[in-house]
């Protein structure tokens, strides 16, 4: 069966450090993987979209990688704040749809 | 603009009552997309239309969930009758595109089934 998996639940980082967040699935065959960040009573907000073609994808302190052949998704926060705490879920297409994992709760300590 | 617009943010209701959740996408997205999201379950796509049409309820849990969409600015999410297993945040999402391109969620709403 189809599955997508964040690691662990939530992790705490230090203000300043890199936090890499990991989404790895199976049965799935994606042509685009999304990542989202959804805070404490809200809906979930786009970060980025990387395609099955590329390697890697970056946007300000964010960067996205996509391995078909490990089936994975590292997502990198660079110089990590306190205002980057929040839960953030990858979410892969298929059939026109989205997939989300549970997400993984992110915390930086100042 | 103004983002997806759902109603109400909150609502209490007693198993057995009819619950109609709304939403209104952003001008321009010809697909939309109905969510859950509990602790237990993650958030689940219940449904999604394109161009007013549904696509695939394959995620509607049973025959008390229905949605329509009967234009392009507006749809509705209805549960009768309601059962405490209903209470979750349910979200409302619209794209240009599916899956291809990013969705913009709504506020959500807020149901409790008493």
């Known amino acids: 069966s189809q599955k997508i998996e964040q690691n662990s639940e939530a992790l705490n980082i230090q203000e300043g450090k890199t936090a890499t967040l990991t989404c790895n699935y199976t049965?799935?065959?994606?042509?685009?993987l999304q990542w989202y960040r959804q805070d404490p009573g809200r809906g979930p907000v786009f970060l980025l979209l990387i395609r099955e073609n590329e390697k890697e994808k970056r946007k300000e302190r964010l960067k996205v990688t996509f391995d078909t052949t490990l089936k994975q998704s590292l997502f990198h926060i660079t110089a990590s704040q306190p205002a980057d705490s929040a839960t953030y879920l990858c979410a892969l297409e298929s059939a026109r749809q989205l997939t989300f994992g549970s997400g993984t709760q992110l915390t930086v300590l100042p | 603009d103004a983002g997806v617009i759902q109603s109400p943010r909150h609502e209490v209701t007693e198993m057995g009552q009819e619950v109609t959740l709304r939403c209104k996408p952003i001008s321009g997205h010809d697909y939309l997309f109905w969510y859950r999201q509990t602790m237990m379950r993650g958030l689940e796509l219940l449904i999604y239309f394109n161009n007013n049409v549904p696509i695939d309820d394959s995620g509607m849990p049973e025959d008390r969930f229905s949605a329509k969409m009967p234009n392009a600015s507006f749809s509705t999410l209805k549960i009768q009758p309601s059962e405490p297993r209903d209470s979750a945040v349910y979200f409302c999402?619209?794209?240009?595109?599916?899956?291809?391109?990013?969705?913009?969620f709504g506020p959500g709403t807020r149901l409790t089934v008493t």
């Open positions: 999402a619209s794209s240009r595109a599916g899956g291809l391109y990013e969705q913009y």
């Open positions: 049965n799935y065959s994606p042509a685009y």
